[in-house]
């Protein structure tokens, strides 16, 4: 949070820019106390450049090929049903406990060190399920180790044509994208933002930037800096009020 805290006392000059995770803004400071910055006042959202949604990933053995069927198994061996994640309160983790939310399942947490160190035992099927990024999964997708499930993408991935989205799932309410975009220091002028957000456009609008961000997993959003401020403010929202009843919070 160095890095954050420097761009809320930086000048609102525009330049000084910082690409930022969500997770830094949305999550974590329900997670962690006495934060150095005020996450919805301190920066100002301006351009939202692309989203990793995140995919329900089981191993090849298990008996389920659809949401369905992986919630009719888990069902069937309640006790016995782990979910893997990179830590208490990381992404993996909150999507795990929002799919079991959703679901109506009682699943196990299991946190790792990193999403990676979840790979060898979901592979062995030793834990169940994980919910990660395409980029994390892939490798072991193509291997045929380990199948997905669904995608809490808006519509199907290019890189898993064939893998539904939760809402095509029948789980319409799970939902974990791990987005990122540009914020300058709060109380930047509307002429410095409105230049820099057509800037962004025009390079994210590029077909080769496109195919970049397509290729390594993730979805380029774009959009205007006012759609982009309400997204922050909803899913600041969302899961402030998801954390809270979960009652997770980091050691």
């Known amino acids: 949070h160095i890095a954050l805290d420097f761009l809320a006392k930086a000048p609102n000059d525009g330049y000084t820019l910082m690409i930022v995770g969500g997770g830094n803004l949305v999550i974590q400071p329900f997670l962690q106390k006495n934060l150095p910055f005020d996450p ?58 929002r799919f079991a939310q959703v679901t109506g399942l009682t699943m196990t947490h299991i946190p790792y060190k990193g999403v990676g160190g979840t790979l060898p035992d979901l592979v062995a099927g030793r834990i169940q399920l994980v919910s990660m990024s395409l980029g994390s999964a892939s490798t072991n997708l193509k291997a ?53 957000n057509g800037k962004f456009q025009i390079w994210l609008d590029d077909p080769k930037t496109r195919a970049r961000f397509v290729e390594i997993g993730a979805e380029p959003l774009g ?29």
Request: aromatic letters at 10%; a neutral charge; glycine letters at 8%.
């Open 223 to 251: 959009g205007s800096q006012a759609s982009f401020q309400e997204r922050v403010r909803s899913d600041y929202k969302f899961w402030g009020q998801v954390i809270k009843e979960s009652g997770i919070r980091l050691e």
């Open 40 to 97: 919805l006042n301190d920066f100002l959202p301006i351009f939202n450049v692309a989203e990793t949604p995140h995919i329900l990933v089981i191993p090849q053995a298990l008996p389920a090929n659809s949401v369905a069927e992986f919630v009719a198994f888990a069902k069937a061996n309640t006790g016995k049903v782990n979910y893997g994640s990179a830590g208490i309160g990381s992404p993996p983790h909150l999507s795990g406990y």
């Open 144 to 196: 045929g180790t380990l199948k997905a499930l669904a995608t809490a993408a808006k519509k199907r991935l290019a890189g898993l044509p064939s893998v539904p989205t939760a809402s095509e799932a029948g789980v319409p309410d799970w939902d974990m994208s791990a987005w990122f975009g540009m914020f300058t220091p709060r109380d930047t002028s509307a002429d410095i933002v409105r230049y820099l």
